[in-house]
């Protein structure tokens, strides 16, 4: 299998057999670099470095908590009507 690639508005610039897209190949890192590998690595870098994680909410806690979390459900009836079929398959 082959994997083209080039830009959207021409001809392939290149052409590598996906088999050779292994770390450290020759091929993998002509691909990196016309896509700009190492600039989008910087650009998530800094991105990542902005972020900033404030108060984590359990989304149990908009929900009821513990409460619902611990209710019971009523027994689903077309469940148990459906399981002796579905057993057969």
Request: proline fraction near 7%; charged fraction near 25%.
């Amino acid at each position: 299998m082959v994997l083209a690639y080039g830009y959207w508005d021409a001809s392939p610039v290149d052409e590598i057999n996906v088999k050779d897209l292994v770390p450290g190949s020759e091929a993998l890192e002509k691909l990196k670099e016309f896509c700009g590998y190492t600039r989008l690595l910087r650009h998530a870098r800094r991105e990542i470095s902005r972020l900033q994680f404030g108060r984590f909410i359990r989304p149990a806690s908009l929900a009821g908590e513990e409460a619902l979390l611990n209710s019971k459900l009523p027994p689903n009836t077309f469940a148990a009507d459906l399981a002796p079929v579905l057993r057969r398959y």
